[in-house]
Structure formats: C-alpha cells, structure tokens
C-alpha cells in the first residue's frame, strides 16, 4: 500500500478518536503519533480524500461515521419506490450516500446508489420509465425490500458499525422541535448551506438529534418554512441565483486567479453558450442571429474574456458540457462580430478552438491568424498557431511565432522545432547563387528553408503525433498508461520517463486510436508525403520478432515471428544489448529509407511469446493491459 494512503488511514482513525479538528490540530495529532513533523502533516491532511470525511463550520474536518453512529433518518415511502424497490434519497436520505460511497463499487451489497442518467438500465430493469425519479440519486434495494409496505408509511436508516440498517418506523417518537431554529442559527450567517454540512452541523450541536425516529429532513425543511434548490437550503424568498453566480465568481477567481470582471464574464459566456444550448437543441442554425441579439443588448458584460486567462477558463468550463462545440462556435463567432473590440483576439481564438474539436482544422486555423490580425500578441493564438504551422513542417514560421511569446524559447514545442528547423548556409551571402542549383538567388530561393531529409521528417511526424496526445482531450488516456508503465519503476522520476516517450506513449498512439484521431484532426496539415506515411503506419501492428543479429549502435535485424517478414532497423536502443536468438515486441514502421521502432523495443521471456501473441491478435485487449504485460518484466528484476 502507497505510504500515503497509510498515514492517511491513520489520521481518519485519529479523527475518530479526538473528534472534529482543524488542520493544525489534526496535523498536531499525527505528529504525535510519530507521522512527521507537525507543518508537513497540517500540509498533509488538507488533501486527505474519504468518503467518510467531511468539512464542517470554523474550518474543521470531521469523521462522518462516528457523527453519524447510532442516528437514524427517515423517509415517507411512496408506491413507485415500494414497486420498485429503489428510494428516492433525495432530500430525506442524501446525507446517508456517504456510507455506500466508502465501499468500493460491489454490486452484490444490500444497498448502493444509483445515478439517473448513469445506471438507467438499471432503473429500467425494476420498471422505472419516469424520467423524473428518483430525482438524481437513490438507493437500491433488493427489489422485494419495501413489498409488505403501503405508500405513506416511514421506513428509516439506520447508522451503526458505518453500516445502513433499513427499518420500519411504526411512529415518529421525536419531532425535533428545535430544527427550525437551530438551522435558523446556520443560515443567519451564511444565507444558504448544502443540506450535508447543515445536517453535519446540527449534530455536531445537539448530540441528541435524530437518536430516535423524527420527520423526514424534506418535511422539517418545508414545516420551518425553509426553501431548496439543488443541495442547497436557504430562507424562503432567497435570491438563489445571485448567490449561486456569486459562489461561481469567487471559484474561478480563486482557481484561476482573476479579476472580478474577468470572472463575470466568464460565467456570462457560459451561461449564454448554455442558454443558447437549451434554446437550440436540435437545429443550431439559428444560434449566430440569436446570440448576437443576446451580446447587442449588453456586449460590455463579455469585456473581462479579452484577457488569456479568463478566455482559457471559459473554455475549460464550457469543455465540461455535451456536444458544446458547435454551439460555441456559433456565439464565440457571434461575439467576434458584435462584441467589443478588446474582445475580439479572444472571441476569434474561441472560435477556432470550438473549429478544431468539430474537425474543421483550416477554419480554426484562420480564426486564429484573425484573432492576431486583432492583437498580434495575444498569447494564445500564438501558441495554437504555431502547433498547427509546426504540422504543416513549417518550423521557420513556428519558430518565429513562438519568438514572440515572453518564454517562448521554454516551450517544449520549441525544443522540436529547433531539432527539425532547416539548416542555413552561413558560407553563402544573401544575394549569392542558391546552393540547390536553381539559378536563382539564395535569399529568394533557399534562404530559410534549407532541406530536411524525408527520414528526419519521419521522425517528426511522429513527434507531432506526442504533442497532439498531450493536448487536455487526450492526455489523460496517455497519462493513465504512464502510471501502469511507472508502477513497475523503482524511482522517482518513474512517470516523467513514461511520459517522455516509449511504450504507454506508443500504446496510446496506436492501440488506443489516439493517432488516428491525429490523422482525422490534423491530416490536411500535414505535407502529402507525411500524409501517405502516417496512414501506412496506421496498417502496421504491434508484432513479436526475434533478433536475426545486431550491429550494437547501428542495427538490428528483426524477423516477425508470425509472419517471417524480416526488417533491418535503426539500432535506437543500444542499451538493451540485444543478442540473435532473443524475442522482443515492438512496432516497426517504415520512416523514408529506413525503418524504425519509435516506441521502443520491449524484450519479452520465450515462455510469454504465445501469451503476448494472444493479447495482440485478441480485439478485446485493452491498451492497459498491452502495457502491464509488457513492463511486468521490470518488477522480477
């Protein structure tokens, strides 16, 4: 087990034990008990994660299942949960979900929660069609569970041993006639709360709340004259939306460091790209006029996107929305067109990164050679600009792009595009012969765009294919292989090596489809030459070979144990000191007058030939699992 994870089941036992704490107690606490220094442990507790571990008022954590221990909850049953066997938790029940989520996903327990919109097939399985329930969340039963019940009668959740025990409740013994008025206490300070941190609270106050059988959570909100709007609870004639919008402001602010106006407009542009999603939802043809009606009437509010951060917020936020490209591209192009100047860099580069996600590569490329028409040093259009000018092998113009960028020359894109950037003559004057025979003048000829050899440019290709898997809509599939890779690494630098290159990169290309993807997205880019590559080496697989023999540093000689064929490749690997007879996995993949293993040579045991065949040729086999069989060999060591 992680080290971490240890200390960590350590400080939610002290927790237990000690009761609600601040960081700086609990932190003290582990300290005590012999798990580092006091600041590394108060550093260490802010970013425990437990299902059973909540927040509570003046900055405390507190462990769940001992607040909870001995209370019970109730809920007023209705027909359709009775018929189905599934409870509606929402809002009676809710604050119970923790108790199922410390459990690893099992579905042979009693009790678990179900997601609508997750789990329907579920839901449909136990006769459920109605959309609306349960209301997000509920707990499964056994679908036989609540069949001696009638609607209207009160079954309760019991807490013991961080187990749900479900009962029947024959009547409510304590009403809790002080609720009201300690939730009143509450939100006097802060307005509105989640139902969780106020249930939390209140028995935090009163040890004695919900020991015995009292009304529903839903009806003692509604009785005290309380309102609900998600898992929030406020007084009645609360401005729910103010405070929401408010709450959002002050996260982006925090998260991405912006101003107030910059997080302003960023939840306006959201909540219109939103608006205009609901407002549309089947034909979008209609977005562009309605939008810009929408900016016209107050364009000043979308001032605060014009700075990179806020539009790069904006962006990711949007990202966490369905099919939210083509509606974004409609408002941002809306917004380029009616909004004000200063917004104008940005509406374009927001337009060509919804442009880019729809496959519309050249568009997007326009819109961002617009958004610097606007302002030629508008950071992020820059950077795209000359990732999609590198694609084309362009390395002048991306290198002089990325020149314009304060720190430009520490972008790893520079790093390549420096190795691949054509050589200059420095013997030949700008107004002498060109060098190629041409006849012509070296500066209007050659200068600037001295050949890089098609072998070379196979090379980059491939390394263009990294720097697509690292952008956000694909870099986490190549991060998740690097940790399986990593895991069978004893040192610290385990996972930055994984990410550098070789096989979980590999993987992530080829077996999972991350290259192809590249191929859809950035084909048109690509000169025809690397085009027609690229598409070759889509058709080559991952095969076992055996070593014929070896030039060391130079090459090696690889036959494929499955088909005979047999290769002559560039010795990339020297370091595995390779002997004729050994069997290694890799991919093989033509690259101008040579061939070439870019992802690495993975020496593989005679007696997990046939398993590894298997996997291969297997159309289940999950890249993970391409991965962890192939780095298993380092864990023998």
Not at 513 to 524: C, K, L, Q, T
Request: charged share 25%; with cysteine.
């Amino acid at each position: 087990m992680d080290p971490n994870d240890l200390i960590a089941e350590a400080a939610m036992e002290l927790l237990r034990q000690h009761g609600p704490q601040t960081a700086a107690d609990w932190g003290n606490l582990l300290a005590e008990a012999g798990h580092g220094t006091a600041d590394d442990m108060t550093e260490f507790v802010e970013y425990v994660e437990d299902p059973l571990l909540g927040y509570l008022s003046g900055e405390r954590y507190a462990a769940l299942d001992t607040l909870f221990e001995h209370r019970v909850l109730t809920h007023r049953l209705t027909d359709a949960e009775i018929s189905s066997g599934v409870l509606d938790a929402n809002p009676d029940l809710m604050v119970l979900r923790v108790f199922l989520d410390s459990f690893e996903e099992d579905e042979d327990r009693e009790m678990r929660v179900v997601h609508r919109g997750l789990d329907d097939d579920i839901l449909a399985e136990r006769g459920i069609d109605d959309p609306k329930f349960p209301a997000d969340e509920g707990f499964l039963l056994a679908s036989d569970a609540l069949s001696e019940c009638a609607a209207g009668d009160l079954i309760g959740l019991f807490v013991a041993d961080r187990e749900l025990t479900l009962c029947t409740i024959a009547e409510v013994l304590d009403p809790a006639p002080s609720f009201g008025d300690a939730l009143g206490s509450i939100l006097s300070e802060t307005g509105a709360e989640t139902l969780d941190a106020i249930v939390w609270q209140l028995m935090l106050e009163d040890p004695s709340l919900f020991r015995q059988p009292a009304a529903p959570l839903g009806e003692l909100l509604d009785s005290a004259g309380y309102v609900r709007d998600g898992d929030y609870v406020a007084i009645e004639g609360f401005d729910f939306e103010a405070y929401h919008l408010a709450n959002r402001a002050r996260m982006l602010e925090i998260r991405d460091n912006l101003h107030a106006d910059e997080a302003s407009a960023v939840i306006a542009l959201v909540d219109l790209v939103s608006a205009a999603h609901l407002e549309f939802p089947e034909d979008t043809s209609g977005i562009g006029d309605w939008a810009r009606k929408q900016i016209t009437e107050n364009p000043q509010i979308y001032v605060g996107i014009a700075e990179p951060p806020a539009a790069a917020a904006a962006l990711e936020l949007l990202s966490e929305l369905d099919d939210h490209d083509e509606v974004l591209h409609a408002v941002a192009t809306a917004l380029a067109d009616k909004g004000p100047r200063r917004v104008k860099p940005a509406a374009y580069w927001l337009a060509g990164k919804a442009a880019d996600s729809l496959g519309k590569i050249i568009v997007a490329e326009a819109y961002y050679e617009s958004a610097l028409d606007r302002d030629p040093d508008w950071v992020p259009a820059i950077f795209d600009l000359a990732l999609l000018v590198a694609d084309r092998s362009d390395a002048t113009r991306a290198l002089a792009l990325l020149g314009r960028i304060e720190g430009g020359e520490s972008e790893i894109l520079h790093d390549v595009l420096a190795r691949y950037a054509p050589a200059d003559h420095p013997e030949l004057g700008r107004n002498d012969k060109c060098w190629c025979g041409s006849g012509r003048k070296f500066k209007v000829c050659h200068l600037g765009k001295a050949e890089v050899t098609f072998d070379d440019r196979a090379n980059w290709l491939y390394v263009k294919a990294q720097l697509f898997s690292r952008t956000p809509e694909y870099f986490d599939e190549v991060f998740d292989l690097a940790e399986v890779r990593a895991q069978h690494w004893d040192d610290e630098d385990a996972l930055t090596r994984a990410l550098e290159g070789g096989l979980a990169v590999d993987a992530a290309l080829f077996d999972g489809n991350i290259f192809e993807a590249f191929i859809g997205r950035r084909g048109e880019l690509l000169p025809a030459d690397e085009l027609e590559l690229a598409q070759r080496w889509l058709e080559v697989p991952r095969s076992v070979y055996e070593v014929v023999s070896t030039v060391p540093g130079t090459s090696l000689t690889l036959s494929d144990v499955r088909t005979g064929d047999v290769h002559d490749v560039a010795d990339e690997w020297g370091s595995l000191n390779l002997e004729a007879g050994a069997l290694v996995c890799t991919r093989v993949l033509p690259a101008g007058a040579t061939m070439r293993t870019f992802g690495g040579i993975e020496p593989i045991a005679v007696e997990d030939k046939d398993a590894l065949i298997a996997l291969i040729d297997s159309p289940d086999t999950q890249p993970w699992q391409l991965v962890e069989f192939l780095s298993a060999r380092f864990a023998m060591r």
